[in-house]
């Protein structure tokens, strides 16, 4: 996804033309695109049994989503080794909704 995105955005200034409004547009352009298709991308995230859990893990892994906070979403993957495949999945699930 982060490649077609790139490609995207890639394209739409190429073809923009040399002003500054021409290369805005077209970067809004392109970004309204690549949400599109992540918004169609209809990802799947599992059924997690959160009370397994620390209070306030899905909530974290939520918030740093919708932030598009890549960092961090693999942070919390990365540090929590301990994860059952559902929970793993669900991260991997948002880094993909994220668009990291």
Not at 17 to 34: T, W
């Amino acid at each position: 996804m982060r490649t077609l995105a790139a490609l995207t955005l890639l394209a739409a200034l190429a073809l923009s033309g040399c002003s500054d409004d021409d290369a805005q547009q077209a970067a809004d352009e392109a970004r309204d695109a690549i949400s599109s298709a992540v918004d169609e991308a209809d990802i799947q995230l599992p059924d997690v049994d959160w009370a397994k859990y620390e209070q306030g893990l899905q909530d974290r892994i939520d918030e740093l989503a919708s932030s598009a906070n890549c960092d961090e979403l693999q942070k919390e993957l990365d540090d929590n080794g301990q994860l059952d495949a559902e929970v793993v999945d669900y991260i991997k699930a948002k880094l993909e909704e994220a668009g990291c």
